[in-house]
C-alpha cells in the first residue's frame, strides 16, 4: 500500500498561490504516476495534472490547469507538489492527490490510493 499525506491548503486571495504538498509513503516503487484531483461542491471530482513518477515528465494538466498551476516531484523525499498560482474563486474545493500503479492514469478510477484532501479556499 502507499500511504498520502496532503497539507498547504488554506485561505488565499484571489491573484494569490498556494503550493500544496503531497508526502508518499509505503510501497512508492511501484507508483506509476501520481495526480491531483479537487472537488467543489456538489461537482464531480475533477482531474487537474499528472505525473509520471519515474522520469517526472509527461506531465499532463486539464485546461482549468494550464498557464497556472504546475506539477512536480522530489523523488528522494517521496513527495509531490502542486503550485497554484493566480489562484481564483472557482479554484475553491478540496484538493486531492493519488497514486496510479497503472500504465494509463489519465481518469480516476486508474488511481488505486487517495489522501484525505486540503481544502482551497479562495476568497475574491
Known amino acids: 500500500q502507499v500511504q498520502l499525506v496532503e497539507s498547504g491548503g488554506g485561505l488565499v486571495q484571489a491573484g494569490g498561490s498556494l503550493r500544496l504538498t503531497c508526502a508518499m509513503s509505503?510501497?512508492?516503487?511501484?507508483?506509476?504516476?501520481t495526480g491531483w484531483f479537487r472537488q467543489a461542491p456538489g461537482k464531480e471530482r475533477e482531474l487537474l495534472c499528472t505525473?509520471?513518477?519515474?522520469?517526472?515528465?509527461?506531465?499532463y494538466y486539464a485546461d482549468s490547469a494550464k498557464g497556472r498551476f504546475t506539477i512536480f516531484r522530489d523523488n528522494a523525499k517521496n513527495t509531490v507538489y502542486l503550485q497554484m498560482n493566480d489562484l481564483k474563486p472557482e479554484d475553491t474545493a478540496v484538493y486531492y492527490c493519488?497514486?496510479?500503479?497503472?500504465?494509463?492514469?489519465?481518469?480516476?478510477?486508474?488511481?488505486?490510493?487517495w489522501g484525505q484532501g486540503t481544502q482551497v479556499t479562495v476568497s475574491s
Open positions: 493519488a497514486v496510479s500503479q497503472q500504465a494509463t492514469y489519465s481518469y480516476p478510477n486508474a488511481y488505486e490510493y
Open positions: 509505503g510501497r512508492t516503487p511501484t507508483i506509476s504516476a
Open positions: 505525473i509520471r513518477w519515474s522520469t517526472g515528465s509527461s506531465r
